[in-house]
């Protein structure tokens, strides 16, 4: 049972992670990229997504599960990480800031997704991190 609690908890870590480092990566390519109309949404899509992501790895019991409620099993997170990997891998340059968050998401996801598959229990993805 501990050892179950203790990977549910590196599980958020890893939820509030991804979802911290798709903010930066939001907020880093405004930056260091051309302002078009595109690049512009992508990168507010990307801060509003990891934003998302990171407030509902801390604070799971807040009324944003409300609106977002596939986000209350490792299932729905595992698929939202999944997602938002995805469209973080834009072009895959193994060099790029952006492909290896999107990979990082993506593995993360994938894991969320095997764990909600081989456990019994689906309430512990709504315990929040802190």
Same mark, same amino acid.
């Given at each position: ?76 997170? &595992?698929?939202?990480? +999944?997602?938002? *990997?995805?469209?973080? %891998? ?5 060099? @790029?800031?952006? !492909?290896?968050? &999107?990979?990082?998401? +993506?593995?993360? *996801?994938?894991?969320? %997704? ?5 456990? @019994?229990?689906? !309430? ?7």
């Amino acid at each position: 049972m501990s050892c179950t609690c203790s990977l549910q908890r590196i599980l958020k870590l890893c939820q509030a992670i991804v979802g911290i480092s798709v903010i930066v990566l939001g907020v880093w390519n405004f930056f260091h990229e051309a302002l078009y109309f595109q690049p512009i949404v992508l990168n507010i899509y990307f801060c509003f997504f990891g934003l998302l992501l990171a407030l509902t790895a801390l604070n799971a019991q807040s009324y944003i599960l409300a609106w977002f409620p596939f986000l209350n099993n490792w299932f729905g997170i &595992g698929a939202y990480m +999944v997602w938002l *990997g995805f469209l973080c %891998i834009n072009t895959f340059r193994i060099d @790029s800031f952006q !492909t290896w968050v &999107g990979l990082i998401a +993506v593995g993360a *996801g994938v894991i969320s %997704i095997i764990v909600h598959f081989s456990s @019994s229990s689906t !309430t512990a993805a709504s315990q929040p991190l802190l």
